[in-house]
């Protein structure tokens, strides 16, 4: 198993939860890493992302309210996810991407997690 993603649960609006992403070493030094999220019914949506250097990107819809980290000695991205709306409900999917060669990229899925946030 590439990646490995956990965390998931159950919390009422105003909540926490923190979601983490497990990926084998090899894959994880070299990628970005990314959480998507799918909400039921519709596609799914990048939410945020870090670097192999470390360096965060979040789509505008979760700034301030999420965050994510790296820990490197573990080989595991963290997505700290605090003031949860029902809207955040879904699933957590992570991804891992590297570049290859020229134009072509690796990417790895792991299986999804699920967040359900009741108000």
């Known amino acids: 198993v590439q990646l490995q993603a956990s965390g998931g649960g159950a919390v009422q609006a105003g909540g926490s939860l923190r979601l983490s992403c497990a990926a084998s070493r090899s894959i994880f030094r070299i990628s970005t890493i990314a959480w998507y999220h799918q909400a039921p019914g519709k596609p799914r949506e990048l939410v945020a992302a870090i670097t192999s250097s470390g360096i965060p990107n979040y789509d505008d819809s979760v700034k301030g309210r999420f965050s994510i980290s790296r820990d490197n000695a573990n080989n595991t991205v963290y997505l700290q996810m605090n003031s949860l709306k029902p809207a955040d409900t879904g699933a957590y999917y992570c991804?891992?991407?590297?570049?290859?060669?020229?134009?072509?990229?690796?990417?790895?899925w792991g299986q999804g997690t699920l967040v359900t946030v009741s108000s």
């Open positions: 991804n891992a991407k590297y570049h290859t060669k020229g134009w072509n990229f690796n990417n790895y």
